[in-house]
Antibody
Framework: QLQLQESGPGLVKPSETLSLTCSVS??????????WGWIRQPPGKVLEWIGS???????YYNPSLKSRVTISVDTSKNQFSLKLNSVTAADTAVYYC?????????????WGQGTLVTVSS | EIVLTQSSGTLSLSPGERATLSCRASQSVSSSSLAWCQQKPGQAPRLLIYGASSRATGIPDRFSGSGSGTDFTLTISRLEPEDFAVYYC?????????FGGGTKVEIK
């Protein structure tokens, strides 16, 4: 069974960079035909897709966040990561990683449990 | 960007009743690339329906999806206690991928 787990600091200061890692088990990123994505959900608000990456390093991002986002992959560790720079309180959210089937005409199907990141001084 | 509107913010229903949730897209969703997911407090979303009408693995047949183009529906034929949750639609036919605002199904 494919499992995803987010990790990273739960508190980030304004103007700094938010960094999270998603560890994948039960399947290999390097041999997968799927993309791997990040989605966030501010408290009490709607889900927002951030961006996704393929095992080759090919990425696609939400234009609303593209200027501040970098997603990378480390196939040797079976992980992919998110960096969001210049954060503000508006970036406070639960951040989820998930398997993204966009290139296979499939939705997000496997999700991590999510991790709350608070932006505060 | 395709905007998804879930007009019913909250549905108050009793166990055993039928729930009908709607999702309207601002433009046609290609290849019926519309999914429904369920989210309970403190949990990650769980995929229920993809391709507008196909149930994901392990999803009970009381959940069904229908629709095409811009109008989609999720139906729960007989609500079980574990079905009270928030339901989101998601389109994955074009980038950026987008989600609806959610419909909360609460116990009446």
């Amino acid at each position: 069974q494919l499992q995803l787990q987010e990790s990273g600091p739960g508190l980030v200061k304004p103007s700094e960079t938010l960094s999270l890692t998603c560890s994948v088990s039960g399947g290999s990123i390097s041999s997968s035909i799927y993309y791997w994505g990040w989605i966030r959900q501010p408290p009490g608000k709607v889900l927002e897709w951030i961006g996704s990456i393929y095992n080759s390093g090919s990425t696609y991002y939400n234009p609303s966040l593209k200027s501040r986002v970098t997603i990378s992959v480390d196939t040797s560790k079976n992980q992919f990561s998110l960096k969001l720079n210049s954060v503000t309180a508006a970036d406070t959210a639960v951040y989820y990683c998930a398997r993204d089937g966009y290139n296979q005409k499939r939705p997000f199907d496997y999700w991590g449990q999510g991790t709350l990141v608070t932006v505060s001084s | 960007e395709i905007v998804l509107t879930q007009s019913s913010g909250t549905l108050s229903l009793s166990p055993g009743e039928r729930a009908t949730l709607s999702c309207r897209a601002s433009q046609s969703v290609s290849s019926s690339s519309l999914a429904w997911c369920q989210q309970k407090p403190g949990q990650a979303p769980r995929l229920l329906i993809y391709g507008a009408s196909s149930r994901a693995t392990g999803i009970p047949d009381r959940f069904s999806g229908s629709g095409s183009g811009t109008d989609f529906t999720l139906t729960i034929s007989r609500l079980e206690p574990e079905d009270f949750a928030v339901y989101y639609c998601q389109q994955y036919g074009s980038s950026p991928l987008t989600f609806g605002g959610g419909t909360k199904v609460e116990i009446k």
